[in-house]
């Protein structure tokens, strides 16, 4: 069982760059959320996906945009990487909000 | 403001027992929840509490007082495994995760 696997697990960006951070699940879970997490702080929403082709902003979504083209595939980019973006993002699934979120390992993402 | 309050790190000794707490200020109630994180680990799900009362799984329980919004998670015989950061999280009036920050826990031999 793979559960929840994102890519890549580390990255390095340079100020004003662009990339995707992608999620993928085989739990057939209906929600898909991306967070990120700094020193200090909780856990923080950027985005989250209710099902398959919807997407909602979370807390922090400013300089990020989400794709949810299949139920499975929750695609996280970076339009302008910025250095404030430096943290360690998460992706998580569960089949709804009042339920167990299972989450990827993480990508620890670098912004010189 | 919405607002999760934790201790920021406890330590405790191998065989012990150790209480976290967690205290909560939110838009509504709709479950509260504990995770275990080791240091550069995912989150993985420990409990779940929407029900005043204590929640007990193996040597982990869990308790909830909505009305004093609080709850805490109880560790048992604490192992040296146990050493990680623990995070409340509540689901708020529109079904929104909450975080706390998390509280370390160190374990001592």
């Known amino acids: 069982n793979a559960g929840v696997t994102q890519t890549p697990k580390f990255q390095v960006l340079k100020t004003g760059q662009s990339m995707t951070l992608q999620c993928a699940q085989d739990?057939?879970?209906?929600?898909m959320y991306w967070y990120r997490q700094d020193p200090g702080m909780g856990l923080r929403l950027i985005y989250y996906s209710a099902s398959e082709g919807t997407t909602d902003k979370g807390e922090v979504p400013d300089g990020y945009n989400v794709s949810r083209l299949k139920k499975q595939n929750f695609l996280l980019g970076l339009e302008s990487a910025a250095p404030s973006q430096t943290s360690v993002y998460f992706c998580a699934s569960n089949m709804g909000e009042n339920t167990e979120a299972f989450f990827g390992q993480g990508t620890r993402l670098t912004v010189v | 403001g919405q607002n999760i309050d934790q201790p920021t790190e406890m330590t405790a000794t191998e065989g012990a027992i150790v209480q976290i707490n967690c205290t909560y200020q939110t838009s509504g109630f709709n479950g509260l929840f504990w995770y275990q994180q080791h240091a550069g680990e995912a989150p993985t799900f420990l409990s779940y509490?929407?029900l005043d009362g204590l929640e007990e799984k193996g040597r982990f329980s869990s308790f909830l007082s909505r009305s004093k919004g609080y709850s805490y998670l109880l560790l048992k015989e604490l192992q040296m495994k146990d050493s990680a950061s623990y995070l409340c999280a509540v689901l708020d009036s529109n079904y929104q995760l909450i975080w706390g920050a998390g509280t370390k826990l160190i374990i001592k031999p």
């Open positions: 739990m057939n879970h209906n929600s």
């Open positions: 509490n929407v």
